[in-house]
């Protein structure tokens, strides 16, 4: 059982304080939502206050299959899967909502797929960017399992290895699977110089383009965490047909803080 790391200061700690917080932030998408049966999607994971007006956005538009595979960045350096890919292969993610299971056999099908994938408990100990995903997953699809990878690297030929094993075992699995990629978008820079470099990152986003969006990080110093788990569902999504990537919501913390010279970015793709 993986016990939660940031719940009490990422979002509530109680059962029916953080029920009613993701019914309040999903509420009033319902009436304008129209669930798309999505390959992947792109979703923010800073604390609720800031970023779960557009994680609800997507969340509002899925229609969520009983797998997800959730791919995050290591923000806490601690890793020991000898590929880079830090996997919790069985058992379940402990939530105030209940508890997440992984789904071992799909689990077990990712790691036969890609020498990059190993099991690494540690990686994931301290690690929020999957788990402040799980109480939107539990309220929209109470039956979820997820598949839940920690990616340690930030290179294109790692990400587009990883993203064609992805789309070989989801082609091939009896049931729809989807692949949600954990990120926020630049961090702590000054408002208008952030949203320039944001819509970079989303431009090769809409591109469906993992090698690019990981050069114009580069390139453009654009501090998105989860760049590599991007790159790397964008290179499954394209593998697995997908045309066209959907930019539901964008903002930034400026908009909930008031303080424009340090912000962090936060968007949601629904990618079809």
């Known amino acids: 059982m993986r016990r939660p790391a940031v719940s009490g200061r990422f979002y509530p700690d109680g059962r029916d304080a953080l029920a009613r917080d993701v019914h309040a932030l999903l509420a009033p998408l319902e009436p304008f939502a129209h669930p798309a049966t999505a390959r992947a999607a792109v979703v ?12 609800a956005h997507v969340f509002a538009r899925l229609q969520l299959p009983r797998l997800v595979v959730i791919l995050a960045p290591n923000h806490t350096g601690v890793c020991r899967a000898p590929g880079g890919v830090s996997l919790w292969e069985a058992g ?24 990059l994938v190993a099991v690494d408990h540690a990686a994931h100990q301290d690690e929020h960017a999957i788990e402040v995903e799980l109480p ?5 699809r ?9 990616l340690a690297w930030d290179d294109w030929d ?8 992805l789309a070989q075992v989801v082609r091939g699995w009896a049931e729809p699977v989807l692949l949600l990629a954990s990120s926020d978008l630049n961090h702590y820079e000054p ?5 320039l470099k944001d819509a970079q990152a989303l431009a090769a986003i809409q591109e469906l ?5 990981l050069r114009r990080c580069k390139s453009e110093r654009i501090s998105m965490c989860g760049r590599a788990p991007v790159a790397t569902v964008l290179a499954a999504a394209r593998a697995l047909g ?7 919501d964008y903002r930034h913390s400026g908009w909930v803080t008031g303080d424009e010279a340090r912000v962090v970015g936060y968007a949601g793709v629904v990618i079809l």
């Not at 923010?44 to 007006?53: C, F, L, T």
């Not at 997908?242 to 539901?248: C, D, L, P």
């Open 44 to 55: 923010p994971h800073a604390g609720y206050v800031y970023s779960g007006v557009t994680a």
């Open 92 to 115: 379940a993610f402990a939530t105030p909502l209940g508890d997440v299971p992984v789904d071992a056999v799909l689990a077990d099908a990712l790691r036969s797929a890609s020498p």
């Open 136 to 140: 939107f997953l539990l309220v929209r």
């Open 142 to 150: 109470p039956d979820v399992s997820i598949v839940p990878l920690i």
């Open 158 to 165: 790692q990400a587009g290895a990883l993203g064609d094993a």
């Open 191 to 195: 408002a208008a110089l952030s949203e």
């Open 209 to 213: 383009d993992g090698a690019e969006l």
């Open 242 to 248: 997908s045309t066209r990537a959907e930019v539901v």
